[in-house]
C-alpha cells in the first residue's frame, strides 16, 4: 500500500516530481506550447475569415427579404395585365410593371424564363410537362411565375411548363 501525507499524494511518487527537467525534456515542453499556440492560432485565424465572409455576405443581400416582399406585387400586376380587358387598364399596369422591374434592376435584381428557353433545373421549377412534337425536348412552353435573381443569388425559381416528348 502507498502511504500519502496529509495532502493527499503518494509520497512515493514524490520523488519523480520533483526530479530536475533536462535540457531535452525543457526543449520538447517549449516545443509543444510552440506547436498548441499555432494551432489556436491558426484555428482563430480561420474563425475569423469565417465570420468576416459570413458579415460580407449578409451585408451583400441585406435587401433580400425587402425584395422578396415586394415580387408577390409585380406578380399581381402581371396577373392585372392579362386579366382585364380594357385596354387603358393594361397599358396603365403595363407602365407601372415596366417602371417596378426598372427599379428592381437598378437594385440588381433581374428577371429569368422566358418561353423557349431550355430548362435548367438550377432555375427552373417545373409544375407540369406537355407533350408536343412540334416543340424542342426541355423547352420551356409556358411561365406561371418568373425567376428573379438577385446580384448572384436566385431568390426565386422560375414556375414552368416544360415540353418532354
Known sequence: MSK?????????????????????????????QEDKHL???????NYRKRKDSEISSLLKYE?????????????????????????????????????????????????FGKVGDNFDPELHEALTTTNDPKIDDNSIVEIYESGYKYKDLIIRHAKVVVNKK
Not at 501525507?5 to 525543457?26: A, P
Open 4 to 32: 500519502k501525507n496529509k495532502n493527499g499524494v503518494d509520497s512515493r511518487n514524490k520523488s519523480s516530481s520533483t526530479k530536475k527537467l533536462t535540457k531535452k525534456d525543457l526543449e520538447l515542453l517549449i516545443s509543444s
Open 63 to 111: 435587401g433580400k427579404s425587402f425584395i422578396m416582399d415586394f415580387l408577390s406585387i409585380l406578380d399581381n400586376i402581371s396577373r392585372g395585365i392579362e386579366s382585364y380587358k380594357e385596354d387603358d387598364i393594361k397599358k396603365a399596369l403595363l407602365v407601372v410593371k415596366d417602371d417596378f422591374i426598372k427599379k428592381l434592376d437598378v437594385k440588381g435584381v433581374k428577371p
Open 39 to 45: 494551432r489556436l492560432k491558426a484555428e482563430f485565424d
